[in-house]
């Protein structure tokens, strides 16, 4: 069974294209663990008038994306995106879930 899982973050004014550019070399490393924990489908998308960030991304099974926030891959991923994201003291991004109101197949 897969799970569609939604949240948004914030970047810092300025910053969209630098956002872009480091996804776009994303680490190896991370696309791997990201992979190989079950997620699939991973899109992030940017309203540009409020610098909003709105996640969509797949689980398979009983994977929880939230069970990758004690791997130190993850942990120096948030603390390279830190400078240009709203953070927690963890330098985690701020992100809130969002509840799935329609979907379509």
């Given at each position: 069974?897969?799970?569609?899982?939604s949240?948004k973050?914030?970047?810092?004014?300025?910053?969209?294209?630098?956002?872009k550019?480091?996804?776009d070399?994303?680490?190896?490393?991370l696309?791997?663990?990201l992979?190989?924990?079950?997620?699939?489908?991973y899109?992030?998308?940017?309203?540009?008038?409020?610098?909003?960030?709105?996640?969509?991304?797949?689980?398979?099974?009983?994977?929880?994306?939230?069970?990758?926030?004690?791997?130190?891959?993850?942990?120096?991923?948030?603390?390279?995106?830190?400078?240009?994201?709203?953070?927690?003291?963890?330098?985690?991004?701020?992100s809130?879930?969002?509840?799935?109101?329609?979907?379509?197949?």
């Open positions: 069974m897969n799970n569609i899982v949240f973050m914030k970047l810092k004014p300025g910053f969209k294209e630098e956002y550019r480091r996804h070399l994303i680490w190896p490393e696309s791997a663990l992979t190989n924990s079950g997620i699939s489908n899109s992030i998308f940017l309203d540009e008038e409020t610098n909003i960030l709105f996640a969509v991304q797949t689980l398979s099974g009983n994977n929880n994306s939230q069970d990758l926030k004690k791997n130190e891959i993850v942990k120096r991923w948030w603390a390279y995106m830190a400078d240009i994201m709203d953070t927690n003291e963890d330098k985690s991004p701020v809130t879930p969002l509840e799935m109101v329609f979907h379509l197949d």
